[in-house]
């Protein structure tokens, strides 16, 4: 089955330390993906997206993350930790075709200590 | 300004009721999907519409049911046969491709009393 997974349900990091979210998705047919940022009772913002033009693929508040085919994986890093990225990350994949579903992860929790 | 307008941010449900939440958008797109939010669950597909007058079960479609009549609009109806439904709901639309990404409402808080 198609599906994308989210290692680490809450991840916490200093101020100014290196941010990584992971995500690996279950497929040999390499799919579209997403990183989205929600806040506490909002609705989910766009933070970046893959769709095969390139690898790195830079998004808003500094943040980026890297394709890597060999490892079916998506994981989003920042260099230094802001206390204003303290939300929950979701990572999602459409693999197109018929039914085009957009699937997402169950989620990390970023906690930023000052 | 564009975007995708929920309505009502929370609603209040006696248990045995249905209720509809309302979702729109004026983006021109022809996607539209329905999310349920559960803590720890992350986002888990009710329903989804790729064009007008057509519309296909996610994976958590029992006690719920849909209508996309105008490209705008897509209502939800959580019916008396969903048998736990306080949860924070979530609409998004997106345009057809698989390489385009799903904007989202601000959601709806749906609590049963």
């Known amino acids: 089955a198609q599906s994308v997974t989210q290692l680490g349900s809450h991840v916490s990091v200093s101020e100014g330390a290196l941010v990584l979210l992971r995500c690996n998705y279950s497929?040999?047919?390499?799919?579209?993906l997403f990183w989205y940022v929600q806040y506490p009772n909002q609705g989910l913002q766009l933070l970046l997206k893959?769709?095969?033009?390139?690898?790195l693929v830079k998004g808003i508040n500094g943040f980026e993350a890297e394709f890597k085919k060999s490892e079916t994986s998506f994981h989003l890093t920042k260099p230094s930790a802001h206390m204003s990225d303290a939300a929950e990350y979701f990572c999602?994949?459409?693999?197109?075709?018929?039914?085009?579903?957009?699937?997402f992860g169950t989620g990390t929790l970023l906690a930023v200590q000052p | 300004d564009g975007g995708i307008t929920q309505s009502p941010k929370y609603l209040f449900r006696k248990e045995g009721q249905n209720v509809t939440l309302s979702c729109e958008q004026n983006?021109?797109?022809?996607?539209m999907y329905w999310y349920r939010q559960d803590p720890g669950q992350g986002l888990r597909l009710i329903y989804y519409?790729?064009?007008?007058?057509?519309?296909q079960k996610g994976d958590i479609a029992e006690g719920y049911s849909v209508s996309r009549e105008k490209k705008e609009s897509f209502p939800l109806t959580v019916t008396s046969a969903q048998k736990n439904p306080t949860a924070f709901y979530l609409c998004?639309?997106?345009?057809?491709?698989?390489?385009?990404?799903?904007?989202f409402g601000q959601g709806t808080r749906l609590t049963v009393v």
């Open positions: 998004a639309s997106s345009m057809a491709g698989a390489n385009t990404e799903a904007f």
């Open positions: 497929s040999s047919v390499p799919p579209y």
């Open positions: 893959y769709t095969s033009a390139a690898t």
């Open positions: 999602a994949v459409r693999y197109g075709g018929a039914t085009n579903k957009l699937i």
């Open positions: 983006l021109n797109h022809d996607a």
């Open positions: 519409s790729q064009i007008v007058n057509d519309f």
